[in-house]
């Protein structure tokens, strides 16, 4: 087998450890390149840069690997990558991570470890994000490695379903039950805003919160994470709540509603 | 019935014209509440602040209406508004835009406006985003004003279907057909970079685009939109994509993968 392309990306940053652990894997897999922020875009979910301009440059961190920083989001790195980088002839993986912190449940929205997965996903080549439980900037990830080649080998020989990603968090320490595969977690946070005083005496606030899970399911990713698993979701980019068609063709709206042709969601009303 | 209470949002910034066309419309319907950014951030997507404080202040815009604005994304500005002005005691309602722009398809996911709707709807507020095919700064929101009293005011009596909110997009233009409830067209950006040089030699990059549509169905907003119709999406934040989790539990994990426990999805596997 022809070795593989490998797009490697992440939100933390291009000297992140999590993203070098990820490179560490990918090289025994096939040939790496890494277009990744040149620093700390958490939480940017799935901005672009449109109101400015991007910087984009090459540099030489790590031996044989091909490597470019970008200014902009973990999106922006996608779309420059396959727009600058291989120039349309798209590589045969895109891999996001190793993300300091877990990307589990509604993580997934803000994430922008995920965003660039999605991303990838959008651009049709199969994707996969990976986040662990630890926020530290020395966070462990070594067991984490033999997971991360062996669903990426499954992703290589088996290829995604259609329009579809994958969503990959680890709990900390080294004792893994193995790989469960999850729904999202019907889960939120219950936000908090920190208030401060800044030298001038005008106020300032910080974003905190706590992670409230609604979801008693064993079929989750927090519960497969609470209890030790390595949890897989796949993750689509379709938002359309297809079950909510038929109820919304139901309501009545003033006569302004044209029912007339018929879709793919059974709303044939004509 | 007693007046309900609306938040408004939106991505272009408090002194958007868009914004303020939503303003009038829900005047008079309720009690309007406003918490916008303080400039623009078009494709902030989800995007939330993390890394660094956020400004939030009172302003007086408009007689009658409270308005707040924030130095943070459109997403912030409703979790601000959650825990800030309401102090969790909810809105009966959170309408985003009007965007000056289409959010259409694919762009739902890039978008800010649309984004500011997600996390109402995550905060299980009945929530709304309207966004009309104009650009421009000066744009004309009038013909849109009637649609969106009526969408509103069907979502007030009817309520959201649980864990949806909707993606209302406009035409430009007078001649409208009616109110369509569509899908999400399966469309993407081939995106581009023009190639500039700073005046000290240097070369810099703005994302450019062409949107793609590759799906010919009539049941799409796609379709609407081209067609003179208002189009209506339902939208949801569950991104798993239920229907490959069968497909990756037949995967061969190299006996790391875990089936015992059964799941919502059917894949009972023990």
């Given at each position: 087998?022809?070795?593989?392309?490998?797009?490697?990306?992440?939100?933390?940053?291009?000297?992140?450890?999590?993203?070098?652990?990820?490179?560490?894997?990918?090289?025994?897999?096939?040939?790496?390149?890494?277009?990744?922020?040149?620093?700390?875009?958490?939480?940017?979910?799935?901005?672009?840069?449109?109101?400015?301009?991007?910087?984009?440059?090459?540099?030489?961190?790590?031996?044989?690997?091909?490597?470019?920083?970008?200014?902009g989001t973990p999106v922006d790195c996608v779309k420059l990558a396959v727009n600058k980088v291989f120039k349309g002839k798209k590589?045969?993986?895109?891999?996001?991570?190793?993300?300091?912190?877990?990307?589990?449940?509604?993580?997934?929205?803000?994430?922008?470890?995920?965003?660039?997965?999605?991303?990838?996903?959008?651009?049709?080549?199969?994707?996969?994000?990976?986040?662990?439980?630890?926020?530290?900037?020395?966070?462990?990830?070594?067991?984490?490695?033999?997971?991360?080649?062996?669903?990426?080998?499954?992703?290589?020989?088996?290829?995604?379903?259609?329009?579809?990603?994958?969503?990959?968090?680890?709990?900390?320490?080294?004792?893994?039950?193995?790989?469960?595969?999850?729904?999202?977690?019907?889960?939120?946070?219950?936000?908090?805003?920190?208030?401060?005083?800044?030298?001038?005496?005008?106020?300032?606030?910080?974003?905190?919160?706590?992670?409230?899970?609604?979801?008693?399911?064993?079929?989750?990713?927090?519960?497969?994470?609470?209890?030790?698993?390595?949890?897989?979701?796949?993750?689509?980019?379709?938002?359309?709540?297809?079950?909510?068609?038929?109820?919304?063709?139901?309501?009545?709206?003033?006569?302004?509603?044209?029912?007339?042709?018929?879709?793919?969601?059974?709303?044939?009303?004509?």
């Amino acid at each position: 087998m022809k070795k593989p392309t490998i797009l490697v990306v992440n939100d933390d940053g291009i000297t992140a450890p999590g993203i070098k652990s990820l490179i560490e894997v990918m090289q025994e897999i096939g040939n790496v390149v890494v277009v990744a922020p040149d620093g700390p875009q958490s939480g940017m979910g799935h901005a672009i840069t449109i109101g400015k301009p991007l910087r984009f440059d090459k540099v030489d961190l790590y031996p044989g690997v091909e490597m470019y920083k970008c200014s902009g989001t973990p999106v922006d790195c996608v779309k420059l990558a396959v727009n600058k980088v291989f120039k349309g002839k798209k590589p045969d993986l895109c891999v996001s991570g190793i993300n300091h912190g877990l990307n589990n449940s509604i993580n997934v929205i803000y994430s922008g470890t995920m965003s660039a997965a999605v991303e990838g996903a959008i651009e049709k080549i199969p994707s996969i994000g990976f986040s662990l439980d630890d926020f530290a900037q020395d966070a462990d990830f070594s067991h984490c490695k033999k997971f991360i080649k062996t669903i990426t080998l499954q992703v290589l020989t088996k290829g995604m379903p259609e329009s579809t990603l994958l969503n990959v968090n680890f709990p900390k320490g080294a004792n893994l039950k193995g790989i469960k595969i999850c729904r999202q977690a019907n889960a939120k946070w219950a936000e908090d805003f920190e208030e401060r005083t800044d030298p001038y005496k005008r106020p300032y606030y910080w974003l905190t919160g706590v992670f409230e899970n609604y979801d008693k399911g064993e079929d989750t990713d927090v519960w497969a994470l609470d209890n030790g698993f390595v949890s897989v979701v796949p993750v689509q980019f379709d938002l359309t709540a297809h079950h909510a068609i038929p109820v919304l063709n139901s309501w009545d709206f003033n006569d302004m509603a044209v029912k007339k042709t018929s879709g793919a969601d059974g709303q044939s009303l004509g």
